[in-house]
T-cell receptor
């Protein structure tokens, strides 16, 4: 069964350092999402891509966070510099189509990767 | 925007008992309601979903019900097993738009 891949699974860094997370969505999924999940809460959207274009990054702290999906397949999320409050689980998800651009499918069935647990010391 | 409330935040049951998790949503236009199970250290896994054109859906020991008039939907797990222990999230979305997630319910099944 196809799965969303993420790496690394765990990352420990010191504040002010740079970190990067990688995601490979399910093959053929045009839409890719990065979520942040704080312990005890549900996932919160950071950024959504439709192919290589950003559809929604309104919740992305752009002073320190950046995301790219250059070829419309895999994606990288970067934090520079990391702060203590960035400690969280970073989840990547993909779907056939969805979001503001509408889609070929009527429902946004998302599939999540295993996540990257970030600890900032 | 959409607001999803989920209760309870923690649910403790004995093995074999049933568990019910309830969610309410605010936007009457929402028409897709997935449920995710998240085990410790893993990403959420879709376990069942329901669309607004049906009132109930069942898959083995899990079922979901939807009351569009009251704007609430529930997850029912029967004959709970220790491996059902996890955090469960409900979500609501309008068509292909981004879902709004509840805050999660930590289900603990005691052997």
């Amino acid at each position: 069964e196809a799965e969303v891949a993420q790496s690394p699974r765990y990352k420990i860094t010191e504040k002010s350092q740079a970190v990067a997370f990688w995601c490979d969505p399910i093959s053929g999924h045009a839409t890719l999402y990065w979520y942040r999940q704080i312990l005890g809460q549900g996932p919160e959207l950071l950024v959504q891509f439709q192919d290589e274009s950003v559809v929604d990054d309104s919740q992305l702290p752009k002073d320190r966070f950046s995301a790219e999906r250059l070829k419309g397949v895999d994606s990288t999320l970067k934090i520079q510099p990391a702060e203590l409050g960035d400690s969280a689980m970073y989840l990547c998800a993909s779907s056939l189509a969805g979001g503001l651009a509408g889609g070929l499918v009527p429902y946004n069935e998302q599939f999540f990767g295993p996540g990257t647990r970030l600890t900032v010391l | 925007g959409e607001n999803v409330e989920q209760h309870p935040s923690t649910l403790s049951v004995q093995e074999g008992d049933s568990a019910v998790i309830k969610c309410t949503y605010s936007d009457s236009a929402s028409n897709y309601f997935p449920w995710y199970k998240q085990e410790l250290g893993k990403g959420p896994q879709l376990i069942i979903d329901i669309r607004s054109n049906v009132g109930e859906k069942k898959d083995q020991r899990i079922a979901v019900t939807l009351n569009k008039t009251a704007k609430h939907f529930s997850l029912h797990i029967t004959e709970t097993q220790p491996e059902d222990s996890a955090v469960y999230f409900c979500a609501a979305s309008i068509g292909s738009y981004i879902p709004t997630f509840g805050r999660g319910t930590s289900l603990i099944v005691h052997p």
